[in-house]
């Protein structure tokens, strides 16, 4: 992937963007919005993207390429297996908290707000490292068998709902869904259900983490 300077002309249009096609949706927003946005005039954009398409392909493949790195970070080292799946969903909440607009975008996306297949093959690339991790690892533990690809997408649609839909369906209980409590919540309830599918049965299980007083499952 290109490099992109901090605080850079390009990475600031890529930032701007995103918020807006999160906000708007692809359809809905205008090059002329994204220029105000980052302060600089509508042609000056086109010294960095071809087209609007083009720059919403590039904002996708920003994101997949960070989180590429987080997920990348969260597998390295030689912490036990289990312990990386966890360490893997909670850098992957993280990361959604940090970038919602990210998954806004993917929701959009999934509603057919968007051109024709943008950032499959990135997404494959991301998504191939945990498949490959978790198909290892149970290949050699000889963990029950388990569709790791449903799991992993599962994870996905968990976490996209909780940040997304769950404020509208039950606002008592997530009024507020990137406060710290509800994030922590979010991460036990997902850690759980991830443990469930992948370590029954297993000598050494991973326990959810917990603090005192407080539901590994969802309230």
Known sequence: MEDVSVGGTRERILRAAEVLFADRGYVGTRLHEIAHSVG???ASLFHHFASKEDLYREVLKYGYYETKL?????LDGAAPPLQKVRSLVEAYVDMVVAHPERTKMLVRQSLGDAPPGPGADEAQRVLGLVVEFL???RLATGSPPVDVHAVIVGVIGMVAFF????????PDWFSDPLNVDNVERVKRHVTSVVHNCLAAGLEAPLRAPTTAGAEVAMA
């Open 135 to 137: 198909s290892e690892w």
């Open 40 to 42: 600089v005039q509508k």
């Open 70 to 74: 987080t997920i990348q970070g969260a």
């Open 163 to 170: 940040f997304t839909s769950a404020p509208v369906l039950a």
